[in-house]
């Protein structure tokens, strides 16, 4: 019996573990060098109470009903278990498409992905596992990590962003071969920070809206009252604000000292919402793959580097940066993993 390893909890890697379930019988484990579920649909806790999150990542999922085909029955799973509700709270300046409806996830948008893992039915999830060699041993794939001791695989899927990937050392450096290393080294993506506000419990934000576009600001893009914005406002658990900024201010400060892009973050955030209270605690995030701007050219949703063994690498960076791409590249991938299980 084949034992798969997908490497990235993310929404491509979990939806790619739920499709596999009956496939694989139990023998897949996903890895994940983070130190919870997400990926770039994180749910971020407070420091000084667990039931106050914030979404740094994605913040709404869009379904565009022309566009769904196959994928309308992943939105309809989620919405009849709760995992997403229809956005109804006031957003400004968001752009709203002809026959196309927003959800967000009331529990925190990782929990999208906690949901898939969930459905995976017995993989086995490992957090802090910071892949770095893949190397061909016995007709198997041995993969190392920082931590911990070398394991093998039948069959190894990698889901991280495509620059992750193309920093793996290992046999996998010969694998890839030169066209496909064209390939992969095209993709690009944007870079930006997140933060995170966490107040406490009583706490009131007076503004009109519970989301808001920025356009006139070089460091702020968008700024959400994220418990609004989710629709479980509670007298017992505090607010929480996310704000994004540009992608011009991500990637000039892309290397700079995080305190300091925290401190700079929060002084415009003062002259765009004076009336912003002093939070508990700050959490800044620097994505530095936070969108894909250029897939990799010619793949349907995924790419093998090699057939037997089978390492096939997926991902939005073969797709595109939202709900429907992370999906259709689960699907692929699904697809092209089941024929050697």
Excluded at 37 to 55: E, I, L, V, Y
Excluded at 240 to 267: C, K, M, N, R, W
Aim: aromatic residues 6%; charged residues 20%; contains cysteine.
């Amino acid at each position: 019996m084949a034992r798969v390893l997908v490497v990235g909890a993310g929404l491509t890697g979990s939806a790619c573990a739920a499709l596999l379930r009956g496939a694989a019988r139990g023998r897949i484990a996903v890895w994940d060098k983070a130190r919870g579920a997400g990926g770039r649909m994180n749910t971020s806790r407070s420091a000084r109470d667990a039931a106050c999150t914030a979404d740094l990542g994605a913040q709404y999922i869009t379904l565009e009903t022309e566009r769904a085909g196959p994928r309308r029955s992943f939105y309809e799973e989620l919405l009849s278990h709760g995992i997403l509700k229809p956005l109804t709270a006031p957003i400004e300046g968001m752009v709203v498409k002809e026959g196309s409806c927003n959800y967000v996830a009331p529990q925190g948008i990782s929990s999208v992905v906690k949901y898939y893992l969930k459905q995976s039915a017995g993989a086995d999830v490992v957090y802090e596992q910071y892949v770095t060699h893949i190397s061909l041993r016995d007709g198997k794939w041995e993969v190392s990590r920082k931590m911990g001791p070398p394991e093998q695989f039948d069959i190894v899927i990698l889901t991280m962003p495509v620059p992750q990937i193309l920093q793996l050392q290992g046999d996998i450096v010969n694998i890839i071969n030169e066209s496909q290393k064209q390939q992969l080294e095209s993709a690009s993506y944007s870079s930006r920070y997140a933060l995170g506000l966490f107040y406490e419990a009583g706490t009131r934000i007076d503004v009109p809206w519970a989301a808001q576009y920025i356009t006139d600001n070089p460091c702020i893009r968008f700024i959400s009252i994220d418990n609004k914005k989710r629709n479980i406002e509670s007298p017992e658990i505090g607010p929480s604000v996310v704000v994004h900024t540009t992608v011009t201010f991500g990637s000039e400060h892309l290397d700079s000292d995080p305190a300091e892009v925290q401190q700079l973050i929060l002084s415009h955030l003062e002259r765009i919402v004076p009336s912003l209270p002093k939070p508990a605690s700050v959490k800044c995030q620097k994505w530095r793959y936070s969108q894909v701007t250029k897939a990799v050219p010619g793949c349907l949703g995924q790419m093998i580097l090699h057939t037997q063994p089978l390492l096939i690498c997926g991902g939005d960076g073969f797709t595109c940066s939202n709900f429907d791409g992370c999906i259709d590249s689960a699907m692929s991938l699904a697809e092209a993993v089941k024929p050697h299980l």
